[in-house]
């Protein structure tokens, strides 16, 4: 079975771009959830979706981070305008119902310059 | 809300040699319990979870992890590691009712030396 699939593996852009990240979920998951790892601050969690209807986004950075998942199999991160700060390596993960564990993506290594 | 504590950033530790990796957490609600690893350049990986039912649950990889309740514990341990078993450790916690996102600790580097 595919696990998470995230698109791009890595990008690398100059500050001000729009950045757009990309996950597939397994099948049949219902929670999406998106993270961003930087060695100064671990695993933080940006957003997390329940049934596609976004539940928590208290850890988005700021307004210029947005996500969206318009179907159960597809969800989209974006940064716009990007700045060097944001640069870190972004987890995707998603969960099927009670307990189940979370199952990550290979993650998305985004430079921004 | 739920926290998670994972006291040592750094293990390091002799190839066969046994190890343990500490967990404590913190929760007003019951709670499920996971490990994951994370080798250089890649995703987090699944090691062992607890949802319920016995307190002492194996993983894969040779690892197993002991929930202790009274202690709010959840220890990872390992008789002998080896050279492959050098990766980041997380240690999370979700409460089995409201928020669904796991809290993670901040990891505990696992550095394993011949």
């Known amino acids: 079975d595919a696990g998470v699939i995230q698109s791009p593996r890595h990008e690398v852009t100059e500050m001000g771009q729009e950045v757009t990240l990309r996950c597939k979920p397994i099948?049949?998951?219902?929670?999406l959830f998106w993270y961003r790892q930087t060695m100064m601050r671990g695993l933080e969690l940006l957003i997390y979706?329940?049934?596609?209807?976004?539940?928590?986004d208290s850890g988005m950075p700021e307004d210029r981070f947005s996500a969206k998942m318009p179907n159960a199999s597809f969800s989209t991160l974006k940064i716009q305008p990007s700045e060097p700060r944001d640069s870190a390596v972004y987890f995707c993960?998603?969960?099927?119902?009670?307990?189940?564990?979370?199952?990550f993506g290979d993650g998305t290594r985004l430079s921004i310059l | 809300a739920q926290s998670v504590t994972q006291l040592d950033s750094q293990v390091p530790v002799f190839e066969e040699a046994p190890v343990e990796l500490r967990c404590n957490y913190s929760?007003?609600?019951?709670?499920?319990l996971f490990w994951y690893v994370q080798y250089p350049n890649q995703g987090l990986q699944l090691l062992l979870k607890?949802?319920?039912?016995?307190?002492l649950v194996k993983g894969i990889n040779g690892f197993e992890a002991e929930f202790n309740k009274s202690q709010t514990s959840f220890h990872l341990r390992k008789p002998s590691v080896h050279i492959s078993d050098t990766a980041e450790y997380f240690c999370?916690?979700?409460?089995?009712?409201?928020?669904?996102?796991?809290?993670f600790g901040s990891g505990t580097r696992l550095q394993v030396q011949p």
């Open positions: 999370a916690v979700v409460g089995d009712t409201g928020r669904r996102a796991l809290t």
């Open positions: 979706f329940n049934n596609n209807v976004p539940i928590d």
């Open positions: 099948s049949g998951h219902n929670s």
């Open positions: 929760s007003s609600v019951s709670v499920y």
């Open positions: 607890y949802l319920s039912g016995s307190t």
């Open positions: 993960a998603s969960r099927g119902q009670g307990g189940q564990p979370q199952h």
